[in-house]
């Protein structure tokens, strides 16, 4: 089992960049892929970014986007440090949200339905 805590949010204005943190603790964080997900107001929860750890067939470290959030959004890992961030640039009122962290052992699972979930972290977008 593991924690995850997220951290980095706050009140940013559009166009610029924002890191935001997880924190992980309670498991093996490399036996763990990692992802990043958002809800903004009065929408569905959306996948952001993946991250493998080291189980399954693919390499720990790999990185998974939509398309839509390809080119815009780094997701990184820190084994060292039992860390994962989210790295956003060129910031839009439109992704105002709560940012959640999220871990599984299965990777396809991780993008759908993951297993952990931290609390989130508030970003809110100003024009």
């Known amino acids: 089992q593991v924690q995850l805590v997220e951290s980095g949010g706050g009140l940013i204005q559009a166009g610029d960049s924002l890191r935001l943190a997880c924190a992980a603790s309670?498991?093996?964080?490399?036996?763990?892929?990692m992802g990043w997900f958002r809800q903004g107001p009065g929408k569905e929860r959306e996948f952001l970014a993946a991250i493998r750890g080291s189980r399954g067939s693919g390499s720990l470290g790999d990185t998974s986007y939509p398309a839509s959030m390809r080119g815009r959004f780094t997701i990184s890992r820190d084994h060292a440090k039992n860390m994962v961030y989210l790295q956003i640039h060129s910031l839009k009122p439109e992704d105002t949200a709560r940012y959640y962290c999220a871990a599984d052992t299965i990777f396809v699972k991780l993008k759908a339905n993951p297993a952990y979930w931290g609390q989130g972290t508030q970003v809110t977008v100003s024009s």
């Open positions: 309670g498991g093996t964080f490399d036996d763990y892929h």
